[in-house]
């Protein structure tokens, strides 16, 4: 696990830039809130807000990224609002925490823009818990709010602008149908659901720290799309929770609630929030305890007692999360992971079809945002896949194909990545059979991906010049992947 954080591909170091960029627009929003007079929970809901804006938009331009970032007010203002009126109302409060979240969930269904608003709205209502907003605050929160997504947006667009697009919750071919027969919808009343478990055990557990089950549960289900995707991300919360209280304790004891080192760790620990949450979910998950236990110390309230208390509350949650996907309208692995896998063999194709634009003399062909696109990519196949290739799973003969297949798409992507680089030399040689391979690359994905004829991609000799060499090192990495992905339906990789 910590050779996988360190040693991923980074692509244009945009997982560095990602976090680098998210440490200074949040310390700029939280630095902006001390100086406009906000009390510190003032400044933890700023830089929530700011981390919140600067994580979960994804759109897939920068100017489709400012108008959601413009409309993150518009949900996060009267959550927050509904969730301070109702403080002093327990029953009414739950109810609307569950109907946030069950619309937080269905929002998906509208693509990025629909689950980056959800998710806000979501953690508007969570944060208002922590704090006990009340009516009387709702103003200073308010400037709060607007303040740091201000300075986020000043940095994400204007200080450090540069498109970056992380695949969506649901791939696209999930999000047909209607009712029921629509995977956001079948989420949505699994996380209600989940939530519901979360909330009424959490209470039990602790009638001040509820709130953490039902956060637990709503972040097991962001970027899950599967039964298996739930019950693994269920999985890694509960240890990477476990792993950050034993290292909180370590690193926010000594400190007691001192200012400058609080803020040097929590610096880190959201330098690793974002550094990691492309690669390794346990470790976010590590980053974020740690943050939530400096926070606690610089609150006073930090104590051995309070991280067992998180860690018993984000158990509840991720099991409620966990139970929900199995008995509530289940989404089966299958779909997703055929989903997923064809994308990224898509954007195999695309990183291809630039690279060799760019070989023959197209000025403006790029691929490398294409490169980074099928880095993500793989990250989410590595999700879809993971219920398959889990030690715990018994099913020796599925465990087997779903690390090939991973193990041929890597290779994929490593011939890709030497392609892109060759690409970019430019005195680089053009040769006359570079327009035949990448046809042949076209017609291997078409054909796996069931929209060519039904062959599979042929195996070639592999040429001395670099580029047509990548070029057919991936199409023998296309080759070998046919046997895997089109074994007899009863004993499909994907079924599960």
């Given at each position: 696990m910590l050779k996988r954080v360190?040693?991923?591909?980074?692509?244009?170091?945009?997982?560095?830039?990602?976090?680098?960029?998210?440490?200074?627009?949040?310390?700029?929003?939280?630095?902006?809130?001390?100086?406009?007079?906000?009390?510190l929970p003032g400044a933890v809901t700023g830089g929530l807000a700011a981390l919140l804006a600067l994580f979960t938009v994804t759109d897939a331009t920068v100017r489709q990224q400012a108008v959601t970032t413009a409309l993150l007010p518009a949900v996060g203002v009267p959550v927050l609002a509904l969730a301070a009126v109702l403080h002093g109302v327990p029953v009414a409060r739950d109810l609307a925490f569950l109907a946030v979240v069950g619309i937080g969930v269905y929002a998906r269904r509208w693509g990025p823009r629909g689950?980056?608003?959800?998710?806000?709205?979501?953690?508007?209502?969570?944060?208002?818990?922590?704090?006990?907003?009340?009516?009387g605050q709702l103003p200073t929160l308010y400037v709060a709010l607007l303040l740091s997504l201000l300075c986020a947006a000043v940095v994400r667009f204007g200080l450090w602008c540069y498109e970056r697009r992380r695949p969506q919750a649901v791939p696209p071919a999930l999000l047909s149908g209607t009712g029921l027969a629509r995977a956001t919808t079948r989420q949505a009343a699994q996380a209600v659901a989940g939530a519901g478990f979360a909330l009424a055990v959490g209470q039990v557990v602790s009638g001040q720290r509820w709130y953490w089950a039902v956060g637990a549960t709503w972040w097991v289900f962001v970027n899950t799309a599967s039964r298996g995707e739930t019950l693994v991300r269920g999985f890694r919360r509960v240890l990477?929770?476990?792993i950050g209280v034993a290292l909180g304790l370590l690193l926010a004891a000594p400190v007691h609630g001192a200012p400058v080192p609080t803020a040097v760790i929590v610096t880190v620990a959201v330098f690793g929030i974002f550094y990691t949450a492309a690669v390794s979910y346990t470790w976010m998950m590590l980053c974020v305890t740690v943050m939530a236990s400096m926070l606690y110390g610089l609150l006073g309230v930090l104590s051995p007692a309070l991280l067992v208390l998180r860690l018993a509350e984000t158990a509840v949650g991720a099991f409620g999360a966990m139970l929900a996907v199995l008995v509530v309208l289940p989404v089966t692995t299958h779909a997703t992971t055929d989903a997923w896998i064809h994308r990224a063999l898509h954007a195999v194709r695309a990183c291809t079809a630039e690279a060799a634009a760019r070989l023959a003399g197209a000025v403006t062909a790029d691929p490398a945002?294409?490169?980074?696109?099928l880095e993500q990519l793989l990250g989410r196949v590595r999700l879809a896949v993971a219920p398959l290739t889990h030690p715990l799973n018994p099913l020796l003969g599925r465990k087997r194909r779903a690390r090939r297949v991973l193990g041929l798409l890597d290779d994929c992507a490593r011939e890709v990545r030497g392609l892109v680089a060759v690409a970019a030399d430019p005195v680089a040689s053009h040769d006359t059979?570079?327009?035949d391979a990448c046809?042949?690359?076209e017609t291997a994905v078409e054909a796996l991906t069931g929209r060519g004829a039904e062959h599979a991609p042929q195996r070639t000799d592999t040429p001395s010049e670099p580029v047509l060499a990548h070029l057919h090192g991936l199409e023998r990495a296309l080759a070998e992947l046919a046997e895997p992905l089109r074994v007899p339906?009863?004993?499909s990789l994907v079924r599960a």
């Amino acid at each position: 696990m910590l050779k996988r954080v360190f040693t991923a591909p980074d692509p244009g170091r945009t997982r560095l830039r990602f976090a680098a960029r998210a440490v200074l627009g949040i310390g700029l929003a939280v630095v902006a809130c001390g100086l406009a007079g906000q009390s510190l929970p003032g400044a933890v809901t700023g830089g929530l807000a700011a981390l919140l804006a600067l994580f979960t938009v994804t759109d897939a331009t920068v100017r489709q990224q400012a108008v959601t970032t413009a409309l993150l007010p518009a949900v996060g203002v009267p959550v927050l609002a509904l969730a301070a009126v109702l403080h002093g109302v327990p029953v009414a409060r739950d109810l609307a925490f569950l109907a946030v979240v069950g619309i937080g969930v269905y929002a998906r269904r509208w693509g990025p823009r629909g689950h980056s608003l959800g998710v806000f709205a979501f953690m508007m209502f969570f944060v208002a818990q922590f704090v006990h907003a009340t009516p009387g605050q709702l103003p200073t929160l308010y400037v709060a709010l607007l303040l740091s997504l201000l300075c986020a947006a000043v940095v994400r667009f204007g200080l450090w602008c540069y498109e970056r697009r992380r695949p969506q919750a649901v791939p696209p071919a999930l999000l047909s149908g209607t009712g029921l027969a629509r995977a956001t919808t079948r989420q949505a009343a699994q996380a209600v659901a989940g939530a519901g478990f979360a909330l009424a055990v959490g209470q039990v557990v602790s009638g001040q720290r509820w709130y953490w089950a039902v956060g637990a549960t709503w972040w097991v289900f962001v970027n899950t799309a599967s039964r298996g995707e739930t019950l693994v991300r269920g999985f890694r919360r509960v240890l990477g929770t476990l792993i950050g209280v034993a290292l909180g304790l370590l690193l926010a004891a000594p400190v007691h609630g001192a200012p400058v080192p609080t803020a040097v760790i929590v610096t880190v620990a959201v330098f690793g929030i974002f550094y990691t949450a492309a690669v390794s979910y346990t470790w976010m998950m590590l980053c974020v305890t740690v943050m939530a236990s400096m926070l606690y110390g610089l609150l006073g309230v930090l104590s051995p007692a309070l991280l067992v208390l998180r860690l018993a509350e984000t158990a509840v949650g991720a099991f409620g999360a966990m139970l929900a996907v199995l008995v509530v309208l289940p989404v089966t692995t299958h779909a997703t992971t055929d989903a997923w896998i064809h994308r990224a063999l898509h954007a195999v194709r695309a990183c291809t079809a630039e690279a060799a634009a760019r070989l023959a003399g197209a000025v403006t062909a790029d691929p490398a945002p294409h490169v980074a696109e099928l880095e993500q990519l793989l990250g989410r196949v590595r999700l879809a896949v993971a219920p398959l290739t889990h030690p715990l799973n018994p099913l020796l003969g599925r465990k087997r194909r779903a690390r090939r297949v991973l193990g041929l798409l890597d290779d994929c992507a490593r011939e890709v990545r030497g392609l892109v680089a060759v690409a970019a030399d430019p005195v680089a040689s053009h040769d006359t059979r570079l327009t035949d391979a990448c046809r042949r690359v076209e017609t291997a994905v078409e054909a796996l991906t069931g929209r060519g004829a039904e062959h599979a991609p042929q195996r070639t000799d592999t040429p001395s010049e670099p580029v047509l060499a990548h070029l057919h090192g991936l199409e023998r990495a296309l080759a070998e992947l046919a046997e895997p992905l089109r074994v007899p339906p009863e004993s499909s990789l994907v079924r599960a």
